[in-house]
């Protein structure tokens, strides 16, 4: 059974940097093909993809975003981390962290998601 | 840019709706890399159909899907009460990024 969790600061001021992790479980990420991701959703609004990490360490970001998005893997502890510089309110949202594969290009496992807010 | 989705669509139960999706040849148009998701409220989505139009392992076949051009399109049969939720396309595009659709509501009579 797969499972994604992911954690982190609930609130976190602005200029300040976000930190989350993806704790997962019921895949490896050394696995030729499989992929996590970090998605999130402002409330009440649509979805927006981040930034991908794959298998072999190759790492996609979002075009508006990349220069203040980095993300990691650390696979001993099945975790991926993002981190987000220079958070301002409108980043405030729920994070979502999702496998998916080169194979299908879909999001089929998420986790509950975390929500972060950013205000002083 | 975000892929474009009517806001909402409404229908009574057991009647058919679509929702469409459209994007770009870089994106929708230039990859049968579409997929899927149905957000219940303060739940995470989950995937419905991916690759246009396969269903993964127990999604009920009465969600369908396809794509002409740069337009793809969801078709949910037989509408059920529990039908009721938010529902995203999302394409694989360009730098190896993906763009999610505005999302359409789906209202159940």
């Known amino acids: 059974q797969v499972t994604l969790r992911e954690s982190g600061p609930a609130l976190v001021k602005p200029t300040q940097t976000l930190t989350l992790t993806c704790t997962f479980s019921?895949?490896?990420?050394?696995?030729?093909?499989?992929?996590v991701n970090w998605i999130r959703q402002p409330p009440g609004k649509a979805l927006e993809w981040l930034a991908r990490?794959?298998?072999?360490?190759?790492?996609y970001y979002r075009t508006s975003l990349k220069t203040r998005l980095t993300i990691s893997k650390d696979t001993s502890k099945n975790q991926v981390v993002l981190r987000m510089t220079n958070m301002d309110p409108v980043d405030s949202a729920t994070y979502y962290c999702?496998?998916?594969?080169?194979?299908?290009?879909?999001?089929?496992?998420w986790g509950q998601g975390a929500a972060v807010t950013v205000s002083s | 840019s975000a892929l474009t989705q009517r806001t909402s669509v409404s229908g009574s139960p057991g009647q058919s709706i679509t929702i469409y999706c459209t994007g770009s040849?870089?994106?929708?148009?230039?990859?049968?890399?579409v997929s899927w998701y149905q957000q219940q409220p303060g739940k995470a989505p989950k995937l419905m159909l991916y690759?246009?139009?396969k269903r993964p392992s127990g999604v009920s076949s009465r969600f369908s899907g396809s794509k002409s051009g740069n337009t793809a399109s969801l078709t949910i049969s037989g509408l059920q009460a529990d039908d009721e939720a938010d529902y995203y396309c999302?394409?694989?595009?360009?730098?190896?990024?993906?763009?999610f659709g505005s999302g359409t509501k789906v209202t159940v009579l």
């Open positions: 999302c394409s694989f595009a360009r730098s190896n990024s993906f763009e």
């Open positions: 019921g895949f490896s990420l050394t696995t030729s093909g499989v992929c």
């Open positions: 990490i794959d298998w072999d360490g190759d790492k």
């Open positions: 040849s870089s994106d929708v148009g230039g990859y049968d890399l």
């Open positions: 690759e246009v139009s």
């Open positions: 999702t496998r998916s594969t080169t194979a299908e290009y879909a999001f089929d496992n």
